[in-house]
């Protein structure tokens, strides 16, 4: 007898490109439908992606698609608009994937919740997704099929309210978002050098291990932290012509060495 669960794709961007492709592989979900704006967008991903059971569906025809679950993985400031002007077949469990957004965002659907993939996509970067923490949280019954769902693809799934998601996603903001910004003033800095961020490679790998295994705390190294200020106004001098840098510089350096103690 046929168990899978049947999903529904709204969104066929970086998230929803990346879960298609995962949902497709296991043997416990079937993926019915792609959704989106734009019906050639819908299909264009589907032979992308090769997936052989799955009907490109126009998003103002998505009370037509019939499944157990549908994934709303659109961007952030588009969700609300989505939410408000969709209409979702009432047997359906509908759940978001924003890290920001609550749960009650959907409380007007019977079956609602929250599937969080807990990692920055992009369409050409590969993923291991069995290795992607999964937030997930549902009304009544419905956590349990969203559970079964991402356990179908990760093994590392959590059940997390939407206040602690909330911080989740402002951590995530502070250990990716900003820390590639870093990593972009690096490349910069590089450039000037004639070398280039895979130079660095090495250090950036050691310093997340570090942070992981013994924490972040434990783990800062550097003049601000020593207290050099001989060395941090020799990197000032390099950054005298570039404010933003120096702004930057300053303000981390400043919160370091005022951390130092405790």
Request: hydrophobic fraction near 40%; charge should be neutral; glycine fraction near 4%.
């Amino acid at each position: 007898m046929d168990t899978s669960i049947s999903v529904a794709i709204v969104g066929a961007g970086n998230v929803g490109f990346h879960l298609a492709k995962e949902l497709e592989k296991s043997s416990q979900i079937q993926l019915s439908n792609i959704v989106s704006r734009s019906l050639d967008r819908a299909q264009k991903l589907i032979s992308e992606l090769q997936l052989s059971g799955s009907k490109p569906v126009q998003i103002d025809n998505l009370d037509e698609v019939s499944c157990d679950v549908i994934i709303l993985s659109v961007p952030d400031q588009r969700l609300p608009d989505v939410i408000e002007n969709s209409s979702f077949p009432k047997e359906a469990v509908v759940v978001h994937t924003s890290g920001s957004q609550p749960m009650g965002l959907l409380s007007k659907h019977p079956k609602h919740g929250v599937f969080y993939p807990f990692q920055t996509f992009t369409k050409s970067q590969q993923v291991n997704f069995k290795d992607i923490p999964i937030f997930i949280e549902g009304n009544g019954q419905s956590y349990e099929t969203i559970q079964k769902v991402a356990r179908a693809v990760s093994t590392k799934v959590k059940k997390v309210s939407s206040e602690n998601r909330q911080k989740v996603h402002l951590a995530a903001v502070y250990a990716c978002n900003f820390t590639n910004h870093l990593y972009r003033i690096a490349e910069e800095l590089l450039a000037d050098a004639n070398l280039n961020l895979g130079d660095l490679e090495h250090l950036m790998r050691e310093t997340v291990s570090k942070a992981v295994e013994i924490s972040a705390a434990k783990a800062q190294t550097g003049p601000a932290i020593r207290g050099d200020q001989n060395i941090i106004d020799k990197h000032l001098a390099l950054l005298q012509n570039q404010p933003d840098k120096t702004l930057v510089y300053k303000l981390l350096s400043s919160q370091i060495t005022s951390l130092k103690d405790k």
